[in-house]
């Protein structure tokens, strides 16, 4: 039996975290039923505004804990003071291990750089003004424009950037005028001509931007033909979307860094028994499934604790300070790191001969590979798009993809038209492989 | 509660929404497959339907990478399908439910009732949800009140009125001879099947009958019409002249709407001759529908059709009574079912 009150046990954790030289964000805990838990953890945030896609993350999450499949045991958001959100059916001794659990969090928001820079206080009630704002959108407009606005919103998630500042614009050269005389056309076939303004009839775009940027989110917020409301709306979306792009790059070591923790906090935890202790530990294997090697509960805690044997704590908390996922595998996991996790039999010392195959037998895995092999599963999996070209006078918006590897057909024809739909005018996007154009009403019909 | 609370429960409505749409939208490309065709009443039929995606910027996958070579590290198959299950039943409201019969006109064979619910009466006892607020309201004023009481409540009722049904007997041809190799027989069969559950489904009380043809005709029971093959070589004259002579002996055009459905590849030995010419121009001048489905006919124009077209066209117009379609493939059936059966277009 775990003895003491939530109050209490939160209380002796932090302090037990303060021991062991952990700082974390003042942390509110709230216990809630499992229905508000599913909804919290498919928004992501409390009161975000609503979408079709939390209601399919809501769906799964029921799905899966009624059908015992896994559960939602925790939320915390990164906020000042952090929010944390426990399961009330969970037994006590699970909620004290997400209480260490949270805690790991916590110190992570506090310590990493790029969340603290994305944080606000009581972000609650700035997820709260937008989704206000977007059900004023709805009230006014019809609720297919605005649907499909958002959803048009979220296809472009992967170019936001946080740097973006509005482009700067060339315009066109002018071709400076001069007097015809006889034999002009002759010395016009030895002079360099401007490809580009070469041609009086021909219509050229009056504008480039420059520098490249990939914001297109924030291009056609600004530029696009829409009302001032949907801009203010595109702009909170975008927003929301810079909050959430770090968690997203430190999942791994995100939740690594909480198991890492929860296993030491519950050590030295003493307001519960023996096989309290020990129901902890069933639910944290559980989560850390080592059957599933990026399971990121599983191989970010095990990369933590090589790396605190390896390097020491201190590292540890300057790594969280200051990288992402992928730096963090490419910087980290060397073949001293590998080898060590795989003499723990952390990490899998052997592979399949033949991956289509398993039951031909096994091999031994050279640390190098299982190295390398690691970091190609970081490896960034989105295409880097630039807008290229802008025009004012035809309210055209070309984007130019230049990466060796082509892009989805189907996919990026869809994206194009939700560009098109935002922008209202001609959108063009040229890569080596393919030009797609931009159709507006195929992003209203698609369903 | 707070409605912040019910927000997941919303989404997950507005969610299956879309995905009901989604699925109405896919289904004719799911649902020619075997499996429901040949399916019992009430069987339940699981289908994989594609989750609903927020597209965004990706590489295509490649094609090769796909087939092996893979580590075996991180590797998440089908995760994006999802299964959905459907009887039959289901399936053809989703697909047909919006069609109807064309130039189908009132014509009592006489016999085929059916009572219609009307609500047109008031009674002083009922549900609270069927009162009549106006006449309620003029029971109090009658008597001089501003208020209601128990008394004065007037509630809606209904009465059921004998409503006559219009009657159609609709025959469904099938081209049994040689040239019928296996898929075709499988596509006729598919669009044949699916014409005869929607016909059972809407127009319960019309009555079905089921010839194969070759050389002859050869009038056969539902069964054997979705079973039986037999060979032989094509010609369409006799069948079409037995038909209507049938009509003639059991259908009397005042009382039924004929309708005649027929499934071939077009590939018949002659060409027209004057008999065939009558027998078409006078299935067209008597009955609702001449309904031809060509099964994987020839690349240029079948005989058939050539034939059909011919005498069905007045005036450069083709006669409203014949509708034609091609099916090639399996993605074709329900395209061509809407072409033939669908709106009066």
């Not at chain 1, 519950?266 to 059957?291: G, K, Y």
Request: aromatic letters at 10%; proline letters at 5%; charged letters at 25%.
């Amino acid at each position: 039996m775990v003895h003491g009150t939530l109050d209490s046990w939160v209380a002796e954790m932090a302090e037990i975290a303060d021991r062991q030289g952990l700082k974390p964000l003042p942390t509110e805990f709230h216990l809630v039923p499992d229905d508000e838990i599913y909804t919290l953890s498919s928004y992501f945030a409390p009161g975000r505004y609503r979408h079709w896609t939390h209601g399919e993350r809501y769906w799964m999450a029921k799905g899966r804990d009624e059908h015992g499949l896994g559960r939602v045991y925790e939320l915390v958001i990164n906020s000042d003071p952090a929010l944390a959100y426990l399961l009330i059916k969970n037994p006590n001794a699970d909620n004290v291990l997400v209480i260490a659990h949270v805690l790991g969090h916590s110190d992570f928001f506090a310590r990493s750089r790029d969340l603290t820079q994305v944080r606000r206080p009581h972000i609650a009630l700035w997820f709260n003004e937008h989704a206000q704002w977007l059900e004023n959108l709805h009230r006014q407009q019809s609720f297919l424009r605005v649907e499909k606005l958002v959803d048009a919103a979220h296809t472009l998630h992967q170019l936001v950037d946080p740097y973006y500042r509005a482009p700067e614009f060339r315009t066109r050269r002018a071709v400076p005028h001069q007097a015809v005389g006889a034999f002009d056309w002759v010395k016009e076939l030895y002079q360099d001509v401007h490809p580009v303004a070469a041609d009086a009839n021909s219509y050229q775009p009056n504008y480039h931007v420059w520098p490249n940027t990939r914001d297109v989110l924030a291009i056609v917020a600004d530029y696009g033909h829409l009302t001032d409301e949907e801009r203010t709306a595109l702009r909170m979306i975008r927003d929301e979307m810079l909050y959430f792009r770090p968690q997203r790059e430190t999942k791994f070591m995100n939740e690594g860094w909480a198991t890492f923790w929860h296993v030491r906090l519950t050590r030295a935890f003493s307001q519960w028994d023996e096989e309290d202790h020990i129901e902890a530990m069933r639910m944290h294997a559980l989560v850390a499934d080592s059957q599933q090697f990026f399971n990121p509960y599983y191989f970010g805690w095990t990369l933590w604790e090589v790396l605190v044997e390896l390097y020491g704590i201190q590292t540890c908390f300057e790594i969280v300070t200051e990288q992402t996922d992928l730096t963090w595998v490419n910087q980290w996991v060397t073949s001293d790191v590998v080898k060590l996790a795989q003499d723990k039999a952390w990490w899998p010392s052997e592979r399949p001969l033949n991956p289509e195959n398993p039951s031909e037998g096994s091999q031994y895995y050279p640390a190098e590979d299982l190295a390398r092999d690691v970091q190609r599963v970081f490896l960034p999996q989105e295409p880097e798009i630039f807008v290229s070209a802008m025009d004012a006078l035809s309210h055209s918006l070309e984007l130019a993809y230049n990466g060796p590897k082509a892009l989805h057909r189907d996919y990026t024809q869809d994206v194009v038209n939700a560009i098109a739909y935002l922008w209202g005018g001609q959108v063009k996007l040229v890569s080596p492989h393919h030009t797609w154009i931009g159709h507006e009403s195929d992003w209203l019909r698609r369903s | 509660m707070e409605l912040s609370n019910q927000k997941g429960e919303l989404d997950r409505q507005w969610y299956l929404r879309k995905l009901n749409r989604a699925i109405k939208d896919r289904l004719p490309e799911l649902v020619t497959h075997a499996a429901v065709m040949g399916a019992p009443k009430g069987q339940r039929i699981r289908l994989a339907v594609q989750k609903l995606e927020e597209p965004d910027f990706r590489f295509q996958p490649d094609t090769r990478s796909a087939n092996g070579g893979h580590t075996g590290l991180g590797a998440g198959d089908n995760a994006d399908v999802l299964w959905i299950e459907l009887t039959t039943e289901e399936i053809m409201n989703l697909l047909l439910e919006d069609l109807k019969l064309p130039r189908l006109v009132e014509k009592s064979g006489g016999s085929l009732q059916r009572d219609e619910v009307r609500y047109d009466d008031v009674t002083v006892h009922g549900p609270l949800s069927n009162v009549d607020k106006r006449r309620s309201l003029y029971e109090a004023a009658k008597e001089g009140r501003d208020y209601l009481t128990a008394q004065d409540l007037r509630f809606r009722t209904w009465k059921e009125h004998p409503k006559p049904i219009t009657a159609a007997v609709i025959t469904l041809v099938r081209d049994a001879s040689g040239s019928m190799d296996e898929t075709k027989r499988y596509l006729s069969k598919a669009t044949a099947w699916w014409l005869v559950e929607w016909i059972r489904q809407q127009y319960a009380a019309s009555e079905l009958l089921f010839f194969l043809h070759t050389t002859e005709p050869l009038q056969v029971d539902e069964d054997t019409f979705f079973n039986r093959e037999i060979t032989g070589g094509t010609a369409i004259t006799s069948t079409y002249r037995t038909i209507v002579q049938l009509w003639e002996d059991s259908y009397a055009a005042n009382d039924f709407n004929r309708y005649l459905l027929h499934f071939s590849d077009g590939d018949i030995w002659h060409g027209a001759d004057a008999s065939l010419a009558n027998s078409i121009s006078h299935i067209l001048a008597t009955a609702s529908l001449l309904g031809y489905f060509e099964i994987q006919g020839l690349q240029s124009r079948s005989p058939l059709w050539t034939i059909l077209e011919q005498h069905a066209t007045i005036d450069g117009n083709l006669h409203p009574a014949m509708r034609m379609a091609r099916i090639n493939q399996r993605d074709d059936v329900l395209p061509a079912i809407r072409a033939v059966i669908g709106a009066n277009s």
